[in-house]
């Protein structure tokens, strides 16, 4: 297990209860470096989605929990936030909430000249993820070969 994945695992153990007490949703843990600076992203949901005040909450009580386990050498920002709109699909519960659902896939390399495919998830387990486009066509992709997976959204 790299650095920056224990760091995300030892996270994501702290937050749970601390989400689950809030009756909210541990979506995704995160340790990124964006430009010079490290980024530790805990997103967070609940029916109906979650307000600035649930991130506060949450972002508070993590902070405290972090600075008693001192356990990230790096200095970094901690963000607290809803998975917004295009939410990735990561976790098995995620896949199996979005059969049905439209999702948006983008591969790392061409697929028939394409690399961004739009279709309902009809199925998915460890290896692939079958999807059937609007036209009825199913594809099946294997999971290594997408870069993203998300719920589709339309503003029209």
């Known amino acids: 297990m790299t650095r920056k994945e224990d760091i995300e695992k030892r996270t994501e153990e702290?937050?749970?209860?601390?989400?689950?007490?809030?009756?909210?949703?541990?979506?995704?843990?995160?340790?990124?470096?964006?430009?010079?600076?490290?980024?530790?992203?805990?997103?967070?949901?609940k029916p109906g989605g979650i307000a600035v005040d649930d991130c506060e909450t949450v972002s508070r009580a993590l902070s405290d929990i972090l600075d008693r386990?001192?356990?990230?050498?790096?200095?970094?920002?901690?963000e607290v936030s809803s998975p917004g709109l295009g939410r990735p699909l990561?976790?098995?519960?995620?896949?199996?909430r979005s059969?049905?659902?439209?999702?948006?896939?983008?591969?790392?390399?061409p697929f028939h000249k394409e690399k961004e495919f739009i279709g309902i998830l009809i199925s998915y387990d460890d290896h692939s993820v079958t999807i059937e486009k609007e036209d009825g066509e199913s594809i099946v992709f294997e999971r290594t070969d997408i870069a993203l997976i998300r719920l589709a959204f339309d503003f029209g």
């Open 14 to 45: 702290l937050l749970l209860p601390i989400v689950e007490s809030h009756q909210f949703e541990l979506v995704d843990v995160e340790f990124v470096k964006e430009g010079g600076n490290r980024f530790l992203r805990a997103y967070i949901d």
């Open 90 to 96: 990561k976790k098995e519960k995620d896949f199996a």
């Open 69 to 78: 386990e001192d356990y990230i050498a790096d200095s970094y920002i901690l």
């Open 99 to 109: 059969i049905g659902e439209e999702v948006e896939i983008r591969l790392y390399r």
